[in-house]
């Protein structure tokens, strides 16, 4: 699935580990994610825990999309910024699915994301 996402490609975004309802990504924030206070966008955060969520919940096999997903900024990222997003699988049950991704820069938590994931026939 990750060989095929242009957009997390196209941000940088690497996948450094994936499986058993687990996945770790990360992204070094550069200048064109920055908004207009000079800090990381929020957009490209959320993208990122985005990401960490779906190739956790699609470590398991059938094809998995997300049904919503929220986020909480605790901390500031900047230009440089080295993030990592740990992706973890609470629940499975039939079709749907509950992970949490934690976004670190280095030791510093900065942002929790909780994503609902749907499991979906291929055609």
């Given at each position: 699935m990750f060989d095929a996402d242009v957009a997390s490609k196209g941000l940088g975004i690497e996948l450094v580990s994936a499986g058993d309802g687990a996945a770790v990504a990360r992204m070094r924030v550069t200048p064109t994610m920055l908004n207009g206070h000079a800090i990381g966008h929020g957009g490209f955060v959320f993208l990122l825990a985005d990401t960490a969520f779906a190739l956790a919940c699609n470590s398991h096999g059938p094809a998995?999309?997300?049904?919503?997903?929220?986020?909480?900024?605790?901390?500031?990222?900047?230009?440089?910024d080295l993030l990592e997003a740990y992706a973890t699988e609470r629940v499975r049950h039939g079709r749907s699915g509950i992970y949490d991704v934690t976004v670190r820069r280095g030791d510093e938590v900065v942002a929790e994301f909780r994503g609902r994931s749907r499991t979906i026939a291929r055609d």
């Open positions: 998995t999309v997300a049904a919503g997903g929220e986020i909480s900024f605790l901390r500031p990222v900047r230009e440089g």
